[in-house]
């Protein structure tokens, strides 16, 4: 009650003061200018409590991506801190014309478009398994969660001995050998490691989407004749889809992002470095910052393509896009 | 008639499950079997040990370089992990309840950061951290680690405060609590299970980061457990270093199995219901 009985004098006075000039109306374009007492504290605590968390996450990716592209532009090498001078677009030329890079990143795409292609498929299965599984639904959920939650070196580990002729019992599967030091068999294994990872996560994130579909349509569809396939692809899929599209981005670009598997399983030996790896060499190893940074300016931009990409094609249903459903 | 088909669906069913459940558990068996290995039998290939021994752990927890890293990957987690939760938790509070200019901005910079290609940030952060003297700290690696789960923090948590009932904050403003004390006092407690999930999926991020860990560290000071085992490799302490890095695994993999056993549906239901909004 109180609540509206004050106002009225406030609000009078907020109309005159915002007549002479419109300014609040072009700041922003908000469309109730004179906001109550309550309005304006709602809104400064808002302000207040996001501001930690925002100032945190600027600082520490804005900034430096910013100082990424300044140290990008200079040769900059630790070992000869001297000759550090300003050289435009020279380390983008170095880079661009080096067929480490286009391997590195060639092989990067590959991993990335590989796993999740499989993982899609997979991770599918496994959420149409969780979701409806008529026995033993806790057991399996948990089982899932284990490659989800566990240390990826870990993992990297475990296939690394299991695929080293000696400590394996997977290397004897081949005949000759040591896979890990071979290109296309020590691709295939990263890729195996990835997708072990990651399906579990793929798998939760379409569940969510599983969970919407209503009960009451695949019941129709049964009634009418609908095989499981039709039903799969007519009522669950597009159902689905918003849910498919986020995990498919989501996947992607940490798809593109591999790093500790490869890091683990070859080093980067017999070209299998991914784009990650290549950056991180240069850099920790090699302490060229100038070449380092060009290459993370370098991802960073071929990772904001492909969000865009998604983002584009999918329009709406790409997340963060429409934030209408809250409240 | 009816109870054959349950019967078949069921076992068709349990087919399904026990392949996930071999899918999942054999890497993790193996890497335990091998721990489990005496030196002469590590290389038998044998899934089961033939010969079991507790050597490999005696190995790791005597020296330093493992417990050095074991207190470091543990500190760090729980204080990245902490913080994360609190600035995320007063961010999607106002997310999923306030409004207030700049909330989309917000909501966009976090996915972004999500999708963020964390290798680009080694090199700035590599040359930022040793300008101010906290490379190879704990709070060199704190830092991009709260960054980066805060985005996780804020979906999972502004999917939880919108289940909460909020007549209840609007029943005690209406005694007349301010709406910093009806957070307080009202929804933080019915918020705490998500907190605790949140905190649990955070924590395993951090406790996860390999890249981070191994740019940013160049000593045992701050070097966590997953970077540590990169490095027993050749290492000259360990004659072979197999055993000792596959105990090492198998001590920083027992906290993720405990997580998942006794938690497992609170960290679907994180995930999932984190999804679902996008």
Redesign the interface.
């Known amino acids: 009650m109180s609540i509206n009985a004050t106002p009225t004098g406030a609000d009078v006075a907020a109309e005159e003061t915002r007549r002479p000039a419109a300014v609040p109306k072009q700041r ?1 374009g ?1 469309r109730k200018p004179p906001l109550s007492e309550n ?1 304006k ?7 207040l ?2 501001a ?3 100032l ?3 600082a ?2 804005a ?3 910013i ?2 592209v300044w ?1 990008s532009l200079q040769r900059f090498d630790l070992r000869f801190p001297d000759q550090r001078e300003f050289i435009g677009l020279e380390n983008y030329v170095t880079v661009l014309t080096n067929e480490f890079w286009w391997t590195a990143f060639g092989v990067t795409m590959l991993i990335t478009v590989v796993t999740v292609a499989v993982e899609l498929v997979l991770g599918m299965g ?1 959420a149409i ?1 969780m979701h ?5 639904r ?10 989800y ?7 990297a ?3 690394r ?2 695929w080293t002729p ?4 997977l290397a ?1 599967l081949f005949s000759d050998g040591a896979p890990l030091t071979e290109r296309a068999s020590s691709l295939a294994i990263i890729m195996l490691a990835e997708i ?1 990872k990651t399906t ?2 793929m798998a ?2 379409l ?3 599983l ?2 579909v209503p009960e009451d349509l695949l019941k129709a569809a049964s009634t009418d004749g609908a095989t499981a396939w039709q039903k799969f692809t007519k009522v669950m899929l597009p159902v689905m889809k ?2 498919i599209l ?2 498919l ?2 996947r992607t ?1 940490d798809a ?2 591999v ?2 598997n490869i ?2 399983l070859t080093a980067g030996g017999n070209e299998t470095s991914s ?2 790896m290549l ?2 060499n240069n ?2 190893r090699g302490l060229n ?1 100038g070449i ?2 060009t290459m ?2 370098l ?2 931009i ?2 904001a393509i492909i ?1 865009f990409v998604f983002v584009k094609l999918f329009g709406t249903a790409a ?2 896009s ?2 209408g ?3 | 008639m009816a109870v054959e088909t349950t019967t078949r669906a069921k076992l068709r069913w349990g087919l399904l499950d026990v392949l996930v459940v071999v899918f999942a558990l054999v890497p993790v068996l193996w890497i335990a079997s091998l721990s489990f290995k005496t030196p002469a039998t590590l290389t038998d290939g044998n899934f089961i040990p033939r010969e079991w021994t507790l050597d490999n752990y005696r190995t790791i927890f005597d020296t330093d370089q493992f417990v050095r890293a074991l207190v470091n990957s543990i500190g760090i987690a729980l204080i990245a992990t902490l913080i994360a939760v609190v600035l995320g938790a007063m961010a999607a509070y106002a997310i999923s309840r306030l409004d207030f200019p700049g909330k989309k901005l917000l909501v966009g910079v976090s996915l972004l950061i999500a999708m963020f290609p964390q290798v680009s940030l080694v090199s700035p952060l590599f040359e930022i951290e040793r300008q101010l003297k906290i490379f190879d700290t704990w709070l060199g690696l704190i830092l991009p680690y709260i960054t980066f789960a805060l985005p996780l923090a804020i979906y999972t948590l502004s999917a939880f405060f919108k289940q909460i009932p909020w007549d209840l904050e609007k029943a005690a403003k209406m005694d007349g609590a301010t709406q910093g004390q009806a957070f307080r006092r009202v929804i933080a407690p019915l918020a705490a299970p998500g907190l605790f999930t949140t905190a649990i999926l955070v924590f395993i991020f951090c406790w996860n980061d390999f890249l981070f860990a191994i740019s940013l560290t160049s000593t045992e000071r701050s070097r966590t457990v997953p970077a540590a085992l990169s490095f027993f490799t050749g290492a000259s302490q360990f004659e072979d270093p197999t055993g000792a890095i596959c105990a090492a695994a198998v001590v920083i993999t027992v906290p993720i199995i405990l997580f998942v056993l006794f938690f497992q549906r609170r960290i679907v239901s994180g995930l999932t219901s984190g999804a679902v909004k996008g």
């Open positions: 922003g908000r309005k504290a709602e809104r400064r605590l808002g302000l409590l996001c930690p968390a925002a945190v996450m600027i520490v990716t900034y430096p991506i100082y990424s140290l496994l398994i409806r599984t008529l026995i033993g806790g057991l399996v959920r948990t089982s899932a969660l284990i490659p939650g566990i240390v990826t070196v870990v993992a580990f475990s296939w001995y299991a000696g400590t394996g019992y004897d072990w579990p996560f939760l994130l569940m969510a989407g969970a919407l918003p849910a986020v995990a981005l989501f670009l593109f992002r790093f500790d890091f683990v784009v990650s950056a991180y850099l920790i910052l380092g940074s993370s300016v991802i960073f071929t990772v969000a997340p963060g429409d934030d459903e809250r409240r």
